[in-house]
T-cell receptor, first 115, second 111 residues
C-alpha cells in the first residue's frame, strides 16, 4: 500500500500547455511538500502545506500553483509550461509542522518533459 | 549558492568494505543534518540524522559523524552491501521548516 503516491509518473507535453501533477498520502501526515530535481540533480523545495495552509513558497514562478483540497492531497498545477520546467517533481509528506527535522516521506517522482 | 555540498558525484567500494560519503556545508545556522538514500525511479528515503549537539549517531551499519568546526559531516556504511548501491543525499536544516539538499553521491558497491 503506497504511502505517498504521485500521478502521472511521466508527463511529456508541449511548451505553453497547462498541466497538473497529483499527490496523495495515506500516512495521516499534516504537512506536504513539493520538490523539484533539475538536470543538475539539485533537489529543491518549492512549496509546503500544513493542513491545507501554505507554509513555504520558495520564490517559485507564479505559473506554479499548488492546491490542497484536504490534508491528504497536494496537487501541483503548472501554467504556460516552459522548457526549463523539465525536471523530476517529488511530492513528500511529514507528520508534524517542522519540515526541518521531521522525517519526510517521498513519492516516486513525476518526470516532466517539456518539448 | 550551494549551502550543502557533496563534492564526489560518485564512489565505488568493494562489497564488505567501508563506504564513506562526505558532505560539507556553509551555513553556520544549520543545526540538524540528515542523509537520504535514493534508488532509481523511486523517491528519496530517510536513512539517518544527527543534531548539532552530537558529533556521532549510529544506526546499525550506518554512522554519521559531524564536525561542526569544519562544517563537515560524513556517512559511514560498514560493511557495505550490494543493496547499498544508490544515490545518497546529504541535507541540512536551520531549525525552520525546510531542508536544504546536496546534489547527491552515487555509491556503487562492487562484488
Amino acid at each position: 500500500d503506497t504511502a505517498v503516491s504521485q500521478t502521472p509518473k511521466y508527463l511529456v507535453t508541449q511548451m505553453g500547455n497547462d498541466k497538473s501533477i497529483k499527490c496523495e498520502q495515506n500516512l495521516g501526515h499534516d504537512t506536504m511538500y513539493w520538490y523539484k530535481q533539475d538536470s543538475k540533480k539539485f533537489l529543491k523545495i518549492m512549496f509546503s502545506y500544513n493542513n491545507k495552509e501554505l507554509i513555504i513558497n520558495e520564490t517559485v514562478p507564479n505559473r506554479f500553483s499548488p492546491k490542497s483540497p484536504d490534508k491528504a492531497h497536494l496537487n501541483l498545477h503548472i501554467n504556460s509550461l516552459e522548457l526549463g520546467d523539465s525536471a523530476v517533481y517529488f511530492c513528500a509528506s511529514s507528520p508534524g509542522l517542522s519540515g526541518g527535522t521531521d522525517t519526510q516521506y517521498f513519492g516516486p517522482g513525476t518526470r516532466l518533459t517539456v518539448l | 549558492d550551494q549551502q550543502v555540498k557533496q563534492n564526489s558525484p560518485s564512489l565505488s567500494v568493494q562489497e564488505g568494505r567501508i563506504s564513506i560519503l562526505n558532505c560539507d556545508y556553509t551555513n553556520s545556522m544549520f543545526d540538524y543534518f540528515l542523509w537520504y538514500k535514493k534508488y532509481p525511479a523511486e523517491g528519496p528515503t530517510f536513512l539517518i540524522s544527527i543534531s548539532s549537539i552530537k558529533d556521532k549517531n549510529e544506526d546499525g551499519r550506518f554512522t554519521v559523524f559531524l564536525n561542526k568546526s569544519a562544517k563537515h559531516l560524513s556517512l559511514h556504511i560498514v560493511p557495505s552491501q550490494p543493496g547499498d548501491s544508490a544515490v545518497y543525499f546529504c541535507a541540512a536544516s536551520a531549525g525552520d521548516d525546510k531542508i536544504i539538499f546536496g546534489k547527491g553521491t552515487r555509491l556503487h558497491i562492487l562484488p
